[in-house]
């Protein structure tokens, strides 16, 4: 089992920036995908960007050169740095875990952006 708790979220002005963290525990594979996810009132969860345990990653159009996904594997953390904060960023913030068809959510954590 793999338990990743969210931190960092909060409240920020347009144009602000937040740094959510995401820590992993219990049985982690070497090899897998970490995520971040989001999820607005009234809609569907959407990916914002992961990254692979080698470094690759892949972001969502809307968040392309304003946000930044990094990992840490030694110590089982992923990030995601966010700059040019927009209203529309506004969301519950989901870390998300995943191998092979196994994946894993943390609770989520709120980000309000006020314009």
């Known amino acids: 089992q793999v338990q990743l708790v969210e931190s960092g979220g909060g409240l920020v002005q347009a144009g602000g920036s937040l740094r959510l963290s995401c820590a992993a525990s219990?049985?982690?594979?070497?090899?897998?995908?970490m995520g971040w996810y989001r999820q607005a009132p009234g809609k569907q969860r959407e990916l914002v960007a992961d990254?692979?345990?080698?470094?690759?990653?892949n972001y969502a159009d809307s968040v392309k050169g304003r946000f930044t996904i990094s990992r840490d594997n030694a110590i089982n953390m992923v990030y995601l740095q966010m700059n040019s904060l927009k209203h529309e960023d506004t969301a519950v913030y989901y870390c998300?875990?995943?191998?092979?068809?196994?994946?894993?959510w943390g609770q989520g954590t709120q980000v309000t952006v006020s314009s």
């Open positions: 998300k875990y995943s191998i092979a068809d196994y994946y894993v």
């Open positions: 219990g049985s982690i594979f070497k090899i897998n995908t």
């Open positions: 990254i692979t345990s080698g470094g690759s990653t």
